[in-house]
């Protein structure tokens, strides 16, 4: 293996919202909307001028994707089949805004398992696919209700945002230019998500995670672990697309379409994705001079189940064992940034001195990053 970095990952933290939501409760308020919407076209439909909606199933959300429930900010706005939206009110600009105070709640667990102070962190990144606003950054925002100095930015990568900023984290840290950084994920998706799509209305959930990187002499966590190596890998795609942004006032014929929120083409995102990110994962390890044998668990983005499946025998050559690649999606869903960190929060203190996993995540742009992990305590 390549001679290690010196930096470490030396603690995580995650917080989820209280509330959750089955795939019982958010199919039934789904097929009452199609029921409804049916009923209120009834005419065009007989008239074969308008299609019926279909209804949605558990059964089929379960095979498709993994997913069985899921963590959300707001419960009565998404499953009230008249709103279908999470209602989250607006709070005063003297007001924690909601994202950075779920970011400083998994700063805090994150910190704690570090053993870390403010005064000990020179950095934050706020790294995540939706934003809440433009500016001021998140991130800062972030520190200043920490008592954070130094430096802080937003940055944002689809579900690969993680892995990205430890890509960069551990760049800045390298150059001198900090001690340690915080990375924060935090993850509003279910205000990106259509609820009254029948393709994707399950796939999202709420969450927040980060992560304290530093130099190994300073770290004093219980479960910390080396960066190895990172890479990043990026290839455009349209097939993962959300349209929103300012120029939207500017179209006005455009306002309030689903393209405005998340839209993806599932199908495809399979077809390209996968062969993509295994390619990239084992290109990786080879990089580093790792093969399969080497690898004792895989934290990936938690996207489908059976994505992770598939690249998960990609690297090992063989079915993986729910050890190796363990999955989260099937409790919190998808929460893309935050994801393969959940999983790494909750799959990683069991590991032993010595031993190698791999921190995977993908998906729009597409874009994807690798982190090689080796456990130091
Ligand atoms: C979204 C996803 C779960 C859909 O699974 P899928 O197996 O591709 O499903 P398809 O869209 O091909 O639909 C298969 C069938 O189920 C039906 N179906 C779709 N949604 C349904 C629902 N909610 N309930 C019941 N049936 C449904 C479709 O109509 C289709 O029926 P047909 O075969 O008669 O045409 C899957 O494509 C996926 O996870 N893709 C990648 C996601 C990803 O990683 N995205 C990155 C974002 S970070």
Excluded at 39 to 63: D, Q, W
Excluded at 67 to 86: A, F, Q, S
Excluded at 146 to 153: H, N, P, R, Y
Excluded at 305 to 330: C, Q, S, W, Y
């Amino acid at each position: 293996m390549r001679n290690l970095t010196g930096l470490v990952v030396s603690g995580s933290g995650v917080f989820v919202p209280p509330q959750t939501i089955s795939n019982e409760e958010i199919v039934a308020s789904f097929n009452t909307y199609v029921q409804r919407t049916n009923h209120a076209h009834e005419a065009e439909i007989a008239a074969g001028t308008k299609k019926a909606l279909l209804e949605s199933s558990c059964a089929f959300i379960v095979k498709a994707s993994g997913i069985k429930n899921r963590y959300v900010l707001d419960k009565t706005g998404i499953l009230d089949p008249e709103v279908m939206c999470p209602r989250i009110p607006e709070r005063p600009d003297g007001e924690l805004s909601v994202m950075a105070e779920m970011a400083v709640a998994a700063a805090r667990d994150a910190m704690a398992a570090a053993g870390k102070t403010p005064s000990g962190i020179d950095g934050v990144i706020c790294s995540c696919a939706v934003l809440q606003r433009a500016y001021p950054a998140m991130a800062i925002e972030i520190q200043g209700a920490l008592g954070i100095t130094g430096f802080a930015f937003d940055m944002s990568v689809g579900c690969a945002s993680a892995t990205y900023a430890i890509h960069i984290a551990k760049g800045l840290i390298e150059s001198g230019g900090a001690r340690a950084i915080l990375v924060c994920n935090p993850e509003i998706l279910t205000g990106h998500a259509n609820f009254r799509e029948r393709d994707s209305h399950f796939l999202f959930g709420d969450a927040c995670t980060a992560i304290i990187i530093e130099r190994a002499e300073t770290a004093q966590g219980v479960n910390v672990w080396e960066i190895v190596s990172s890479k990043l890998k990026a290839q455009f795609s349209n097939n993962i697309r959300n349209n929103f942004g300012f120029l939207n006032r500017c179209a006005p014929e455009g306002a309030g379409l689903p393209d405005k929120l998340f839209v993806q083409q599932g199908r495809k995102v399979f077809k390209e994705v996968l062969p993509l990110v295994s390619h990239f994962m084992t290109e990786h390890l080879a990089e580093n001079g790792l093969t399969a044998v080497d690898i004792k668990r895989l934290w990936l983005h938690q996207a489908n189940i059976n994505m992770n499946l598939f690249l998960a025998h990609k690297v090992f050559g063989r079915d993986p064992t729910p050890d190796e690649a363990p999955n989260i999606i099937d409790r919190y869903a998808n929460t893309s940034s935050a994801g393969a960190i959940i999983a790494f929060n909750q799959y990683s203190a069991d590991l032993a001195e010595g031993d190698i996993g791999v921190l995977c995540t993908f998906g729009a742009g597409y874009s994807a990053g690798s982190v090689i992990l080796k456990k130091l305590s």
